[in-house]
């Protein structure tokens, strides 16, 4: 349906600069609309690449013809007779567009938890065996907080569901996730 709706548009701008919002803008150059994409930090993938390795990134995705603008926070999507007409930003600037593709990150659900009494800052907070506040219970996942980080990715939540079965299971109650080094291949848009 994204595709489709491209092929009516002249502008597309994608409200996201992590992995998914890269993806999503070259797919729309495909369809021969112009793109941009906001991203609300001061740099692309932010949760992935430095300060250096963002910047040689946005060099390249600039080359391809893709608009980047970074540190623009959208506070509204203005539509006229029923379609997107451009896009207002908290600074009080503007951006014509006619098409909007929103992939702004995840955000851990953690209601039953703080309804539950547990602490909860970013994410659910655990300790190295996967504890929350309240001893009998245990988290895994994107909801988790460990050490002040929230992960949002596949491969800590398997490091932590290991450490979880092997203290569960008392196979090993010492075990200890303790956090996981990312080490991400980036291969979007032809940049590897």
């Not at 092929?7 to 021969?32: D, F, N, P, Y």
């Not at 593709?101 to 955000?107: E, F, L, M, Q, T």
Request: proline share 3%; charged share 25%; with cysteine.
């Amino acid at each position: 349906r994204i595709a489709e709706y491209a092929k009516t548009c002249k502008h597309a701008t994608v409200i996201g600069g992590g992995l998914l919002g890269l993806e999503a803008a070259r797919g729309l150059m495909t369809h021969g609309v112009a793109v941009t994409i906001l991203e609300a930090a001061p740099q692309l993938m932010i949760a992935q690449l430095d300060p250096e390795s963002g910047q040689m990134l946005r060099t390249t995705i600039e080359a391809m013809g893709i608009k980047v603008q970074c540190e623009k926070i959208t506070t509204r999507i203005v539509r006229e007779n029923g379609r997107i007409v451009r896009l207002e930003f908290k600074d009080g600037t503007t951006l014509d567009t006619d098409m909007v593709v929103v992939s702004a990150g995840i955000r851990p659900i953690t209601e039953i938890a703080t309804a539950s009494g547990l602490t909860v800052n970013k994410g659910i907070v655990c300790d190295d065996q996967m504890r929350t506040s309240d001893r009998a219970i245990f988290s895994v996942g994107e909801c988790v907080e460990h050490r002040g980080k929230l992960y949002g990715l596949v491969e800590p939540i398997w490091d932590q569901a290991k450490t979880l079965a092997d203290v569960i299971t008392g196979f090993n109650p010492a075990a200890a996730y303790l956090g996981s080094k990312l080490g991400t291949k980036l291969k979007v848009m032809g940049v590897e």
